[in-house]
């Protein structure tokens, strides 16, 4: 039934004002330009329902007639089983879904594509901006199996030259290898800036600390950061008739984050009895006793630790209750 409603879709006549728009549209970019017709939809991005690589995108090439042809395949793949089942499945209405597209210059050999978000979502660091990166055209949104990408964070303000830290490298690329070299980590770094900035205000969000903008990005065949698309991160809207069962939080708070030589640690609701660092692997690396009615923050050195993602866990009472905060070792 899905396949079939896909194909009157296909098959559909559109009204002739809208032919000549997508006409005018097309026709205003350069002769011989191949068109990416890049899926967009509402059900997309949502608080506890990603749907990346659900829909479909199209490029539409010079002989290729009218680039109606490719919108209605774009809009077809509202249809996709897949789509469909991932809806049902997270109980999203599927009369409520609707479809956009976002054409823009189709970009072949591409030599890196990515993600970025103005916030660090992942490790909750602070001042930093998260970087999702993988070679060619090997997908950040719909990877295969075997990929791994490059994740890094940038600092928001390029203090010194360590302004960054890689947290994890491509599989795909030779060892110690990069794929955003500090050139494009420092474009990146001002194109995000730019558009946090200006999205902020447009949404009247200023000051809200929740949030953020998501971008996509890629570098093309002649090394130009090329910014695909940009919307707000998820985070910054609240969840709507969800229900939680928070953990017992002990208030635990871990500073700097990044940290390079020293990390600080305060509990004002607990007694801590213990701190222990973990690193990535499950393996402790360190253990604090603290010293009874102890109220003022903790210093811990992390000199001696390598660079890498560790857990801090602070634990509380005889009754062995803790919290744990995720950290970044410069």
């Given amino acids: 039934m899905l396949k079939d409603f896909r194909k009157k879709i296909k098959d559909a006549e559109m009204p002739n004002w809208m032919l000549d728009e997508l006409a005018a549209m097309h026709a205003a970019f350069p002769l011989g330009t191949s068109i990416r017709c890049r899926s967009s939809t509402n059900n997309e991005d949502l608080p506890g329902f990603n749907g990346a690589g659900l829909y479909t995108s199209k490029t539409q090439h010079p002989d290729e007639g009218h680039i109606s ?11 996709n089983l897949r789509a469909f089942e991932e809806r049902e499945f997270y109980r999203i209405n599927h009369f409520s879904a609707s479809m956009g597209v976002l054409c823009h210059p189709n970009y072949s050999d591409e030599k890196a594509n990515g993600v970025g978000v103005s916030i660090d979502p992942l490790y909750q660091t602070d001042n930093t901006f998260y970087l999702n990166s993988q070679v060619g055209e090997e997908l950040i949104t719909n990877p295969s199996a075997t990929s791994i990408p490059e994740e890094i964070l940038l600092d ?32 990146i770094r001002d194109f995000l800036t730019v ?44 969840l709507v008739n969800a229900i939680k069962v928070a953990p017992i939080d002990l208030g635990l708070k871990v500073f700097p984050n990044p940290a390079q030589e020293f990390l600080y640690v305060q509990c004002e609701d607990y007694q801590l009895t213990e701190l222990r660092i973990t690193d990535s692997m499950g393996k402790i690396r360190q253990t604090k006793r603290v010293p009874n009615n102890h109220k003022s923050k903790i210093q811990i050195s992390i000199r001696d630790l390598p660079p890498g993602i560790y857990i801090l866990s ?9 919290s744990s905060r995720k950290f970044v070792k410069k």
Avoid at 71 to 78: G, H, T
């Fill in 69 to 79: 042809k490719s919108i209605k395949q774009v809009y077809a793949s509202l249809w």
């Fill in 156 to 187: 928001r303000v390029a203090l010194n030259e360590d302004d960054y830290i890689i947290i994890q490298r491509s599989n795909l690329v030779p060892d110690n290898a990069v794929i955003m070299s500090e050139e494009y980590l420092d474009q």
């Fill in 195 to 238: 558009i946090h900035n200006e999205f902020e205000w447009l949404y009247n969000a200023t000051n809200n600390e929740s949030f953020a903008m998501d971008i996509e990005y890629k570098i093309t065949s002649n090394d130009q950061l090329i910014i695909k698309q940009a919307r707000p991160w998820v985070s910054y809207r609240p």
């Fill in 314 to 322: 602070g634990v509380a009472g005889n009754n062995g209750i803790y």
